[in-house]
């Protein structure tokens, strides 16, 4: 095999990740080889120690990591030497910690910027996101160490097909009873306030992080919710994502940089030059820098389709 074979369309071995929030769906919904306790699905990650490994065509077993050195510009465009992006589904079969992130210069490039696009929600399913009235830090303080944090930020209620945006600094948590698709910034930075007083398998309850939240959160009192009535989700200063329904053949192209298609519902089978793969619900493709693909939907197909622009 060459040590440069040609690109084309890449999907990837998901990394699967036990939480102790986490439950089936993955298993069960997504068709992913994961167990009973699966909180997260790392589709496409260059987080160090967690690096996604192709799983079709002729560059099967490259890393994610390998390809961007090997290729260099021709993979992820000229604005791109490492992958910018974390692409992940997230099963909440119970809350999450309530929790926020730091930007780029809190923590040194990492930021954490993050978007959620809701796939399944139980009914009065709900996440928290932002504060719902006027406060300050040593409010906020007080409110964490008398155990009713979660009383100071919105409630909102959640259902299928809704999008949320939590740039960092945002406080947050998913609930209970929701299954997403996230698309973030490359960053597995988390700082969390207040994890319901829960323990682990060993009895233990997880470390919180107090100080580092109260440095980096904002008071900001929006919930998240974006306008889902337009193919555009999203446009913010990491990443675009567009919501694409597809009822017939169609060409995706990556005029400029990658993109990213995550199949959020239905099936369908891509194809690219004689080559083709599934492309079903729970999957996700790369298609590097200047090439495109034909996708044929089985029915009606809806894909995230995720870039970053040059620049950004």
């Not at 793969?277 to 197909?301: A, K, R």
Request: proline share 4%.
């Amino acid at each position: 095999m060459s040590d440069k074979p040609a690109l084309y369309p890449l999907k990837f071995h998901p990394i699967l990740k036990d939480k102790i929030w986490g439950g089936k769906r993955i298993s069960n919904l997504l068709n992913k080889p994961a167990g009973n306790e699966c909180g997260e699905s790392w589709e496409i990650s260059g987080i160090p120690d967690s690096v996604s490994v192709v799983t079709n065509g002729s560059l099967t077993g490259r890393s994610l990591e390998d390809l961007c050195k090997k290729y260099e510009t021709e993979f992820l465009g000229s604005a791109f030497k490492t992958f910018p992006l974390l692409i992940k589904f997230i099963d909440a079969n119970e809350d999450l910690s309530i929790q926020v992130h730091p930007n780029d210069e809190q923590n040194a490039g990492n930021g954490k910027s993050e978007m959620w696009y809701i796939i399944e929600a139980e009914k009065d399913a709900t996440l928290l996101c932002g504060f719902n009235r006027s406060t300050n830090l040593p409010e906020v303080r007080d409110s964490i160490d008398e155990g009713h944090f979660d009383e100071l930020l919105n409630r909102v209620s959640v259902k299928a097909g809704d999008a949320f945006y939590i740039p960092s600094g945002t406080v947050h948590t998913i609930g209970k009873g929701i299954l997403l698709a996230e698309i973030q910034q490359s960053s597995d930075t988390t700082y969390r306030i207040y994890d319901f007083d829960r323990i682990d398998n060993k009895g233990n309850k997880r470390e919180l992080h107090i100080d580092e939240s109260l440095s980096v959160m904002n008071l900001d009192r929006d919930n998240g919710l974006v306008t889902t009535n337009s193919e555009t989700l999203l446009s913010c200063p990491f990443f675009v994502t567009h919501k694409l329904s597809i009822q017939t053949k169609k060409t995706l192209k990556a005029d400029d940089g990658f993109r990213i298609y995550i199949n959020v519902s239905g099936k369908s089978k891509i194809s690219f030059g004689s080559q083709s793969w599934s492309l079903n619900f729970g999957e996700t493709c790369l298609l590097p820098s200047g090439l495109e693909m034909e996708i044929e939907p089985e029915g009606d197909v809806i894909l995230l389709e995720t870039y970053v622009r040059n620049g950004d």
